[in-house]
């Protein structure tokens, strides 16, 4: 399971885990963001 998976990653690299998974949720903001953007400006 990917929830085990990153319990275990909190729990040995908390800074790197937490790191990454701000990284992934501030680009999947932005593509949402960009997808958002393109549907209402477009075309």
């Known amino acids: ?3 085990d998976w990153l ?3 909190l729990k040995q690299r908390p800074t790197v ?3 990454v998974f701000v990284l992934g949720l501030y680009l ?5 963001s960009g997808c958002v953007n393109c549907s209402t400006t477009g075309p």
């Open 17 to 19: 885990a937490q790191s």
């Open 1 to 3: 399971m990917v929830t």
């Open 7 to 9: 319990s275990r990653q």
């Open 28 to 32: 999947s903001t932005i593509v949402t």
